[in-house]
């Protein structure tokens, strides 16, 4: 399959593709966030023997646009001595920050919002963003338990942001481009093909299988550093740090931090869909692939490895602080460089 | 990893800019309206100071207005969530003051009760200190098991948490019919879901990085200040009430005394404080099921019960050992129908004394583990 923005396509390179372009995934965005709040409640809730929301529509389907409701109606609260212009900021800075990275994500071979041929590079960058706006709310908030939490933040981002960038350039060596839908093409014609089984060619790639399924396990750690999420929601480690840096925060405010929170989690569901689980092409050769199947086979992937980061959220203790620098220094870099390494050196000699 | 503490600075030679949090009264993890004043460096915790008294409700004053029989519903309300272990050293202290011989039947329901309480006590300490390393799912399973225990408590006291039920001489009333089964199935289903508990929780990886070589709490501090309890115990220390100076009926059962060995980290840290309670919970039920088989059937459980509890002029003191460590009441009459002086030992409040020894050095995330991992309730440290 070719690739290419079907709008742009559709309707020449003006204004009105390039906001359909904006909006598209604005509006998935919203969907998705809905359904993924609903899954948190009722996986959380399956998890742990209950029902979770089962009075707001049939089986509480409802649930998260009450919640949304609900935080629209909130008072609006801003606490004394706190920094007025960059407390109403922050939220912002998050959600521009995780928002930004979806204008690379290839939701099909005709569709990606904007096409960069270094993709992968940018979702980095901009990922890296959010952790400005949570070191501004934390500080801005004048309250203690929000600054220990944006001080965590900002120490965890650094030990988990490395390994991951490691795993990223290993695997834009692999694919020979850093352009996320060349990287998902190469990827075409069966799961056989996928950068976590060592990516396409021929019986050669046994020498970095081992070294790809490693490196996709290590993107998965530091992804859910990346998210804050259980087990490593340091900064905002509830039984700790109450909320840690948006515990002032209420009403729309915080549910800009909840938004942002799960449309990080997309982005780095996306990501390592994209790189190691072939983004939209299909698991099966020439098997249900087309442009709409590829919508289909993104989103499944992705949300799949949602359900994994939910998952893990109800299971697992939290690590502590410094036991998360210890991970992602001590182990997950020199393994990362390990299989950057072999993977280089493959790629030279094959 | 094995670090012992974070770090290891004698932080009175230091100077550097300190802050100072205020963790409670209102914090998700202080186990009730305690308040803690922490001072931290960076997030290393170099002092901790425990303010009480946010739920101090003059029991030892109402006391003395009451009669006997009047305070067993306020001793329910020290330690709230063990209400039948804090009536028994009470009832029994009156009735070594009377010199009262309670029926057979009444010390096996008295001892099937308290350990059933205990094993529900343990279950929320467990609980808790999992949720406050950050696991939420345990805590529920544990919570749904201690659901099954309140339904006997309720089924055969009427009450779920302050129940009333041991009367000096007795009993509020004789159980249910189906008692025997209903217990029998519980102990059951307390091994299944600790069975479960050690795979998803003890024996995580992430919990023993969290909780071993954590606020190590050596023997003899915890002698000096008075430990008692699976604090004491988690140091490696045997001592048991039930075992050292059997009280009731207990030297007729046969259970262990479980004691903090480190299997993963070193002897008397938060792992060892939260196995201890484990294992307890095990030995509670091989306690009841003895007291089971040997449990009568027929006797009436009131026939012992004074129509007038006024005990001769005199003092006495009984201590118990409580799910949180020993319990003693120091009862003084001076041969009216009310008490003149009632003092309660509360071991949640001797326990929780420790708490600024074993948590200077280490990280303000630990403190919250060992707070947990100490398990008091408040109701029971302001009284």
């Known amino acids: 399959m070719e690739t290419f923005n079907v709008f742009e396509k559709l309707l020449g390179q003006n204004i009105l593709s390039a906001l359909i372009s904006v ?3 604005l509006v998935f965005l919203i969907i998705y966030a809905l359904i993924a709040i609903l899954g948190e409640l009722k996986i959380s809730a399956w998890i742990q023997e209950r029902l979770g929301p089962m009075r707001t529509g049939p089986y509480g389907i409802l649930q998260p646009l009450a919640e949304v409701i609900k935080l629209i109606q909130k008072e609006d609260i801003v606490p004394a001595g706190a920094n007025r212009l960059l407390f109403n900021l922050a939220p912002y800075v998050i959600f521009a ?38 070191v501004m709310g934390g500080w801005a908030s004048n309250n203690k338990y929000s600054l220990l939490g944006a001080m965590r933040s900002a120490s965890q981002m650094i030990s988990y942001e490395i390994p991951g960038a490691l795993v990223i350039l290993s695997a834009a ?33 046994i020498w970095i299988l081992p070294f790809t399924l490693l490196l996709s396990l290590i993107y998965m750690i530091t992804s859910l550093a990346e998210t804050n999420r259980t087990p490593f929601d340091i900064p905002e480690g509830e039984s700790e740090l109450v909320a840690g840096y948006h515990t002032e925060y209420s009403g729309m405010k915080f549910a800009m931090f909840f938004f942002a929170e799960y449309s ?23 098997f249900m692939s087309g442009y709409w199947w590829g919508i289909f086979w993104f989103i499944l992937k992705a949300m799949f490895i949602v359900f994994i980061q939910i998952w893990l959220r109800w299971t697992l203790p939290r690590v502590r602080v410094d036991q998360l620098m210890y991970l992602g220094w001590k182990i997950l870099l020199p393994f990362a460089l390990v299989c950057f390494v072999v993977i280089s050196l493959y790629r030279i000699i094959y | 990893m094995t670090t012992t503490k974070f770090v290891d ?28 004043e922490v001072e931290l460096d960076g997030e290393v915790v170099t002092n901790v100071i425990p303010h009480i008294g946010y739920l101090h409700r003059c029991f030892e004053k109402i006391a003395e207005n009451m009669n006997y029989q009047q305070v067993i519903p306020y001793v329910d309300r020290m330690d709230y969530i063990s209400s039948m272990n804090n009536e028994l050293p009470y009832v029994m202290a009156v009735e070594k003051l009377m010199g009262i011989k309670v029926p057979e039947k009444v010390e096996y329901i008295r001892v099937i009760m308290a350990e059933l309480n205990r094993i529900a006590n343990h279950q929320i300490a467990v609980a808790t200190f999992g949720l406050d ?6 805590f529920l399973y544990l919570f749904r098991d201690r659901e099954y225990i309140l339904w006997i408590f309720e089924k055969a006291t009427g009450g779920r948490l302050l129940f009333n039920y041991f009367w000096v001489g007795g009993l509020a009333n004789d159980v249910y019919p189906t008692f025997k089964e209903d217990v029998l199935n519980i102990v059951k289903q307390v091994r299944k879901t600790n069975k479960e508990i050690e795979e998803l929780l003890i024996y995580n990886k992430i ?14 501090v915890a002698i000096n200040y008075g430990c008692s309890g699976p604090v004491l115990r988690g140091s490696g220390v045997p001592f048991d009430l039930r075992k050292a100076e059997p009280y009731s009926i207990y030297d007729r059962f046969d259970f262990e005394i479980p004691v903090g060995k480190g299997e993963v980290g070193t002897v008397g840290d938060c792992w060892d404080r939260n196995i201890v309670r484990m294992r307890e919970m095990e030995q509670s039920c091989r306690i009841i099921e003895q007291a089971i088989a040997q449990m009568p ?84 440290v302001d009284r």
């Open chain 1, 97 to 134: 920050g995780s928002f930004a990275g979806f204008a690379v994500i290839p939701f099909t071979a005709a569709f990606v919002p904007a096409e960069i041929n270094i993709g992968l590079f940018y979702v980095f960058a901009v990922g890296a963003f959010a952790v400005i706006g949570i």
């Open chain 1, 264 to 286: 990080n989690m997309f982005i780095v569901a996306a990501i390592l869909t994209v790189v190691f689980l072939g983004g939209w092409t299909s698991p099966f050769g020439s």
């Open chain 2, 297 to 380: 059937d027929s006797g009436d459980v009131q026939s012992a019960i004074p129509k007038k509890v006024r005990p001769p002029k005199g003092e006495v003191y009984f201590r118990c050992e409580n799910p949180k460590g020993e319990l003693g009441f120091y009862v003084i009459s001076d041969g009216k129908d009310k008490p003149y002086r009632v003092k309660g030992r509360a071991p949640s409040f001797v326990n929780l004394s420790v708490l600024p020894e074993i948590s200077r050095g280490y990280l303000f995330a630990d403190l919250i583990v060992i707070l947990g991992s100490i398990d008091i309730v408040l109701g029971e």
């Open chain 1, 23 to 25: 909006l598209l995934p």
């Open chain 2, 133 to 138: 390393a950050g696991a939420f799912t345990p």
């Open chain 1, 173 to 205: 060596v692999l694919a020979n481009s850093l352009d996320m839908q060349k990287i998902t093409a190469l990827q075409d014609g069966g799961f056989w093909n996928w950068f976590l089984f060592g990516g396409p060619g021929g019986w050669s790639k």
């Open chain 2, 207 to 220: 919990f023993i990085d969290r909780t071993a070589n954590v606020g190590v709490l050596p023997a003899d």
């Open chain 2, 9 to 36: 600075i004698d932080f009175s030679r230091i100077e550097s800019d300190r802050m100072r949090l205020n963790v409670g009264p209102q914090h998700p993890s202080t186990h009730g309206v305690l308040r803690l």
